[in-house]
């Protein structure tokens, strides 16, 4: 789910979709008499199953973990959800803000469009059910950083709700292995964001910026335990998780904590909590003390949200003020479990390998473009991309845009490995040459340092021959009929031919020479 | 206009015809009869002299006199902007005006200067209308006598009227009663006796449960609530968003025709602001009615009304039927609910929209600062008052979780009900309700201050607030003087988005009764060139 998410979300963006997956629920007994050093990794991607690290005693009873995320990321969109301001990251506080975001009384909510497009398409993408009647609510409490009082949200009757998203995940001792996993989708709805508070606990005073929240994504998670078969134990919510990896830490302590909680004779609150990611613990969030009543209650000054589909669109609608779910459908780009199915079935490519091709921001074009340009097959593309590039990408801390290795010049590399006419060794000394980003073509970079394939079989010959008379001893050995012994000469053939052999023909060579 | 051919002719013709007021003013612009900077003027000088009505919060002097000086050079260069230009409109104190305080007649709001004008605010100001000031109210529009806010009761001009005077004379009541004042009605008092007391040819107020044509019906003025969605609602300060829209008050049904033909249409700050273009609201002089059909609906017939009111309801109604119209009696059978579910929905909405008033961006701010919640309480309890604070927390009952669907779901539920028993009887063939718009002509200060605000908004708002639940256009029409020389009002409903229907049988109606304009005479010298004094007796209905 990390993934789309973080494709739809970016710097400079506002208006908060919420995306709420309250209900599904993970259902996972603990491995039995095992500490799963799963849990780690498998909560890492936060939709998946949770496993509960637990070592059972004898008698005792499998805990299962039912973990739900109320997901709120932002919508790249030029204007807020409700009003005319601009959208801008980093922009000076309060810079940003019309009179409806600053409440003054009188002020009305207008939609978005761009927002509700938004929103749609996520659900078209998700699977979901787009409801072509959605209603907006509100959603009270005081809070500094909130200057209406209430939040308007999509709480009764949200734009999209029933559906899924399968992903993959690494599993087995060794993590190689790639298993997919489906989570449930209750529910994405459009939501205003609130404002930013700012304490200043030195001066006890809270600075609000009505720019609106800074997070692009910002997780709750709600998490409970009970043993299968049993009720749904209590829940708790761990607010405000900004990153994936916090995510998974948080979902991780919950369970244990809240195992610990119960097995010691305990029980768990209803509550908020917070994660602290010094302590790497959650705690009570104290500001939330007691029960909240949000009153909800219908936003009157927003008429239900109707969409309409090719079918259902009045003949004599304007189409600036109607949006065509179908559409949108059709202008939706190919969706990343498509796009790995086709790489797994045009190339012939491990599902893992497409996930990884996927998962960074511009690989998948980088390895594309490399294929249309080189001769080599795609299994050698495929592990120069993902285990050279990336590793030296990675390594530097550089996105796939800011590689100093251009896919044509790749391309012009993989092309001499593939015609023989450069060792993988050489290969990979044009490779570091090239990340230098002298702009030289690996051509020049083979000619220049002298990395070519000794193409001239007689002087090859001759290397092979004066290797053998020189290590009559390892001759022997061959003789003798040590399979591995002739490894041993063709190393030194190499060797003394500069690396620039191709250990294929010195041995035909050898072999030839030993018969 | 036809600038060179004639003009007296055509005055002439309009008087005649008793066309709008705020055309004959036009023409008087036009004519250079006055200008308007003389007209405006006398307005401040009128709104001086009636400063004791309490009707203005804020008298926009430099403003006004501004417009009317640009106004002015229009008209010297024969631009004028139209019927509207150089008009002096009053505005009721919860629209916002930009650059011009906006209390609600609340100390919450006190010193809050908008930095945008209402959209309505902004439509007359486009059409060279002055801004006399901003009208008194009740706190945020709670309640029905304009009694009820922080700067204190609105008199009624017509406690002052000759046409009082002479039938207290008559009826040989002592001075000392005479001098009881009596209350506008509300909440949009300021705006009705602003114009009542004719220092502007216009006001808006604004209409949650009856709030324009209440206070109509008490000050003999023209009451007109338009359908919901016709009038954009952005930047009126909120009551009851749903049920909300902006009112105009006018002496004639033509004036009323000319505003919301300016004020009516989409506006893209309103949501709820219909799509459709509309056209402009001009009303044909109706002669016939005899296609018409006149529904009276007999729940409305209530044991408070009182009987003066009652006979000249069914007077009004023989007028129709003897002019030729189907007059039938016609069943709203979930009138009776109509008030509590009201209170509830009204409350709920009250307690959500009251919610952005916690001292923080703007309005009152106590001086507490020991925590956020400590400032929000002390802030709220000395910005509200306690009519506001009750509602306030009445809402925050209803829409608890545990008390949602006992409360706010069955509001909605019977809220349906309601507009769906218009909906039927204006299915079945009736094209306007004819029902009172009060049950009373406007009473004393001191016997409306007995009952508490909720008791006398469940009265006061009796028979208008079932057409905000419903979204219909409805218009209190002066009827008549009552015994006591007050006028009487009654209120005609029509089907939603039928305003202008619903406007060209009030016009026939308000030619029927010839209602007499109020007379003054000690506030009315240098001001008789302007706004007239028809003297008409009130003939067709009188009892």
């Not at chain 1, 009179?99 to 009305?108: C, I, K, M, R």
């Not at chain 2, 002592?174 to 300021?190: F, K, R």
């Not at chain 2, 309700?433 to 002509?441: D, I, N």
């Amino acid at each position: 789910m990390a993934v789309p998410m973080l494709r739809w979300v970016g710097p400079g963006r506002r208006c908060a979709l919420a995306w709420v997956d309250r209900s599904s629920r993970h259902r996972r007994e603990a491995p039995t008499g095992s500490t799963s050093n799963g849990t780690r990794e498998q909560s890492s991607v936060a939709q998946q199953p949770l496993r509960t690290a637990q070592k059972l005693r004898k008698g005792e009873h499998k805990w299962a973990a039912v973990v739900g995320l109320e997901i709120h990321a932002q919508i790249s969109s030029n204007s807020k959800l409700f009003s005319g301001s601009e959208v801008c990251f980093a922009a000076p506080p309060n810079s940003l803000v019309s009179f409806f975001d600053a409440s003054l009384p009188g002020t009305l909510p207008v939609l978005n469009r761009r927002c509700v497009e938004a929103a749609v398409m996520t659900g078209l993408a998700l699977n979901c059910h787009i409801n072509k009647k959605s209603l907006f609510d509100r959603k009270h409490y005081f809070y500094a950083d909130l200057p209406a009082g209430y939040q308007i949200t999509q709480q009764r009757l949200p734009i999209a709700a029933n559906g899924n998203l399968m992903f993959g995940v690494f599993v087995g001792s060794k993590r190689s292995h790639m298993a997919t996993r489906t989570v449930r989708v209750k529910q994405i709805q459009l939501e205003q964001d609130s404002g930013k508070s700012l304490h200043d606990d030195l001066r006890s005073q809270t600075l609000i910026d009505l720019n609106r929240a800074e997070g692009q994504l910002r997780v709750d998670a709600n998490i409970s335990v009970h043993h299968p078969g049993e009720p749904l134990g209590i829940r708790t919510e761990v607010k405000n998780l900004n990153s994936i990896r916090f995510l998974a830490r948080a979902i991780d302590y919950e369970i244990q904590r809240q195992i610990n909680e119960l097995e010691n004779g305990g029980e768990i609150l209803n509550e908020t909590r917070s994660f602290d990611c010094k302590l790497g613990c959650t705690v009570p969030m104290r500001d939330k003390e007691g029960k909240q009543d949000y009153r909800f209650m219908p936003e009157p000054n927003l008429p239900p949200l109707v969409l309409y589909d090719t079918a259902s669109l009045p003949a004599r609608a304007q189409p600036q003020q109607v949006i065509n779910i179908d559409q949108i459908r059709e202008a939706l780009p190919e969706l990343p479990s498509v796009t790995r199915e086709r790489l797994v079935q045009r190339y012939g490519m491990l599902p893992e390998h497409s996930f990884m091709l996927l998962n960074e921001v511009g690989l998948l074009q980088f390895f594309q473009n490399v294929m249309k340009e080189t001769r080599a097959e795609p299994k050698t593309v495929t592990s120069w991309v993902l285990n050279v590039l990336l590793g030296y990408l990675k390594h530097q801390n550089l996105a796939v845009s800011e590689s100093p290795i251009t896919p044509s010049a790749l391309a012009g590399l993989l092309d001499l490995l593939d015609s023989k006419a450069i060792s993988s060794s050489a290969a990979k000394q044009v490779f570091e040459e090239l990340w230098k980003g002298e702009g030289k073509t690996a051509v020049q970079i083979v000619s220049e340092k002298q990395l070519g394939l000794m193409q001239d079989r007689e002087a090859l010959e001759q290397l092979c021959q004066s290797t053998v008379e020189g290590h009559p001893r390892v001759v022997m050995d061959i003789k003798k009929g040590n399979p591995r012994a002739i490894n041993k000469l063709i190393g030194l053939v190499r060797k003394a031919a500069l690396n620039r052999a191709d250990p294929a023909m010195i041995k035909a060579l050898l072999e030839k020479l030993l018969a | 206009m036809n600038e060179k051919g004639a003009p007296d002719k055509l005055a002439y013709s309009r008087r005649k015809r008793k066309e709008s007021g705020i055309s004959r003013v036009s023409v008087a612009l036009k004519q250079g009869q006055i200008t308007p900077t003389e007209l405006c003027r006398k307005c401040l000088s009128l709104i001086q002299k009636t400063k004791f009505l309490n009707a203005y919060i804020t008298v926009s002097e430099e403003v006004a006199l501004k417009q009317a000086e640009e106004s002015e050079e229009r008209y010297k260069k024969g631009q004028s902007l139209g019927d509207l230009d150089g008009i002096p409109v009053a505005v009721k104190d919860n629209f916002s005006t930009s650059g011009i305080e906006t209390t609600c007649a609340s100390n919450m709001l006190k010193g809050y200067i908008p930095p945008f004008n209402a959209t309505v605010v902004q439509k007359l100001l486009d059409q060279g209308a002055l801004l006399m000031g901003k009208t008194n109210l009740d706190e945020f529009a709670m309640g029905s006598g304009s009694t009820d806010g922080v700067f204190g009761p609105v008199k009624n001009p017509w406690s002052y009227s000759k046409q009082r005077r002479e039938k207290r004379q008559q009826q040989a009541q002592g001075e000392s009663q005479a001098a009881e004042w009596l209350i506008t009605g509300g909440s949009s008092g300021g705006s009705a006796a602003a114009l009542a007391a004719l220092t502007c040819s216009a006001a808006l107020g604004s209409d949650t449960g009856g709030s324009t044509r209440n206070p109509a019906a008490h000050c003999g003025l023209v009451g007109f609530k338009p359908s919901y969605g016709l009038v954009s609602r952005h930047g009126l300060i909120p009551l009851v968003n749903s049920m909300d829209v902006p009112g105009i008050l006018t002496r004639c049904v033509d004036d009323t025709a000319i505003v919301l033909g300016v004020l009516a249409g989409h506006d893209p700050k309103d949501s709820t602001t219909v799509q459709d273009p509309v056209k402009p609201f001009t009303l044909p002089s109706l002669t016939d009615v005899s296609k018409l059909c006149i529904g009276i609906p007999k729940e409305y017939a209530v044991p408070e009304l009182s009987s003066e009111v009652r006979s000249l309801w069914s007077k009004a109604a023989g007028l129709f039927e003897s002019a030729g119209a189907k007059v039938i009696e016609v069943s709203l059978p979930h009138t009776s609910c109509s008030i509590v579910c009201y209170h509830v929905l009204c409350a709920s909405e009250v307690a959500s929209n009251m919610a952005r008033f916690d001292g923080l961006e703007y309005g009152h701010r106590c001086d507490i600062n020991v925590s956020t919640e400590a400032m929000y309480a002390a802030t709220r309890r000395e910005g509200f008052s306690d009519v506001v604070r009750g509602r306030i927390l009445s809402g925050n009952f209803f829409l608890l979780k545990e008390n949602y669907e006992n409360y706010f779901i069955k509001a909605q539920k019977v809220r349906r009900l309601i507009a769906n028993d218009f909906v039927n009887v204006f299915n079945s063939g009736v094209d306007i309700l004819l029902t009172p718009t009060t049950l009373s002509e406007a009473v004393p200060y001191l016997e409306f201050i007995k009952e508490d605000n909720r008791t006398r908004s469940a009265q006061g708002d009796i028979f208008t607030q079932a057409v905000n639940m419903a979204g219909l256009p409805a218009v209190s029409m002066p009827a008549a003087l009552s015994h006591q020389g007050l006028p009487i009002g009654l209120q005609f409903i029509g089907r939603a988005f039928c305003d202008q229907k619903l406007l060209t049988v009030a016009k026939w109606f308000e030619k029927q009764v010839q209602f007499p304009v109020i007379q003054f005479p000690e506030l009315m010298d240098g001001c008789s060139l302007v706004f007239e004094n028809e003297k008409l007796a009130s003939v067709s209905l009188q009892q």
